[in-house]
């Protein structure tokens, strides 16, 4: 169970911050949610307490997990489907996972492609989704302002 003030990671969305844990009637339904601000974009969700677990709520890593996120960045560009709607459905089960280093790689690769032959309406949609996760969690573990963990991200990745 998490508290108030926990920081969290919130698959697809990034670092937060949960405000409150409420019930509330949805739907028809009493439970118990976590009212969470994400850090990014100062946007408020509600997670039901009882599935936080099982959509991959998980507590805010350490400076050495942004540490791990940023030697991921500084890879090679990872073998991946030349196909953009199979590459895409890739790149989303990764994100989905809630990793931190596996959306560091999703960053990496469709950076790079986009550097290169450019990027579907979608990825590039998803590249601005999981570079914003990204940001959110070196915000939130270094205490850096957006354009500070912005710089870090982009200075990772290798041409």
Known sequence: MFN???????PMHGAGVIQSVDEKMILGERKNYYSVTIIGNQMDILIPVDKAESVGMRPIGGHSDVEAILTALGGELDPMDNNWSKRYQDN????????????????????????????????????HSAKGFLISEIMAVDNKTKEEAEIAVDAAIRD
């Open 92 to 127: 989303l089960s990764l994100l989905k996972s809630g990793d931190s280093v596996n959306t560091a790689r999703v960053v990496k690769n469709l950076m790079i492609l986009d550097r290169g032959k450019g990027l579907s309406g979608g990825e590039k949609k998803m590249l």
């Open 4 to 10: 108030v003030g926990d920081k969290i990671i919130y």
